[in-house]
């Protein structure tokens, strides 16, 4: 497999990532001094967006089904299975309808995160194409997929923090959650 250097490392590193909440230099200012309201511009962003980052997440949840499979063993699971093609479909039109909106300045840190998640998704499905053959993967074959998988995956976790109307599941909350007072979102 070869690396592709025009990626941005920033993407990939999660660890810098975690430690610096989103990884946005002005996070606090664009989630808390900006939450007081939602102005009009920003309700129409939410209404146009909100379609394009639930197909995102489908795609997102369609690759990494995939990578459970394959590491189970599932012989089924190669490169040309149809979910793939399935996954770079929804992803595609995500994109363009995440790119084609116009955030306010109260959405640009959502925009953001939502830019950055498809730049990770893309990466992860571009790998998985090119140099996965999916039988009984081994970690170190699923790990250059799993990094920007997981990646696009914070993003839109962030993403669904930085503005109202965009959610993802949150495990902490499942049912099957160790049993513990219910944490905040």
């Known amino acids: 497999m070869t690396l592709d ?6 993407l990939l590193q999660p660890e810098a ?3 610096a909440g989103c990884g946005c230099e002005d996070h606090a200012l664009l ?9 009009e511009r920003t309700i129409r962003y939410v209404l146009e967006t909100r379609p394009a980052f ?9 690759l990494a089904g ?3 499979l394959a590491a189970a063993g599932a ?4 490169q ?3 979910l793939f093609a399935t996954a770079r479909e929804t992803l595609a039109r995500a994109a363009d309808g ?9 959405a640009a840190h959502h925009h953001h995160h939502l830019l950055n998640a498809i730049e990770t998704l893309d990466i992860a499905l571009k790998r998985a194409s090119a140099d996965m053959h999916l039988h009984n993967l081994q970690r170190e074959r699923i790990e250059p997929v799993l990094a920007p998988l997981q990646a696009a995956y914070r993003h839109l976790a962030w993403a669904a923090k930085a503005l109202p109307g965009f959610e993802i599941v949150s495990f902490d909350q499942a049912c099957c959650a160790p049993r513990q007072p219910a944490l905040p979102h």
């Open 5 to 10: 250097h025009s990626i941005r490392p920033e």
């Open 31 to 39: 989630t808390k001094d900006l939450a007081a309201a939602l102005d």
């Open 98 to 106: 995440i790119r084609a909106a116009r955030p306010s300045p109260r």
């Open 75 to 78: 012989k089924s699971v190669t």
């Open 54 to 62: 639930e197909e995102l997440r489908q795609a997102v949840g369609q």
């Open 80 to 82: 040309d299975h149809p």
């Open 17 to 19: 990532a975690e430690a």
């Open 66 to 68: 995939m990578l459970v």
